[in-house]
C-alpha cells in the first residue's frame, strides 16, 4: 500500500472560485465555501496532481 505524505493547500487570495478542483479531484479533497475552494478531506490526497494542473489560477500547491 502505498503512503501519501502530500496534501494540497489553496492559496484563498489566488482562487477566482471556478470549482475546477472540485470536479476533477477523485477523492473529494475539496468543498466549496463562499465561492472559494476549500480543503476539506487532505488526509485523503492521493497525490495526483490533477487539482494543480486543472487550476486556472495557479492557487494549489501540494505541500508536506
Ligand atoms: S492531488 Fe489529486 S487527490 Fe490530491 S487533492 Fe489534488 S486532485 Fe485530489
Ligand atoms: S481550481 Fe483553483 S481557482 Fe478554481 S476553485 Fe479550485 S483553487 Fe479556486
Redesign the pocket.
Known sequence: MTIYHKFPK?NAGK???????VSVCPQNV?EMKDA??KVVKPENCVECNA?VE????S??KLVK
Open positions: 489553496v482562487c477566482i472560485g471556478c470549482g475546477a478542483c475539496f472559494k475552494s487539482c486543472n487550476c486556472p489560477s492557487a494549489i
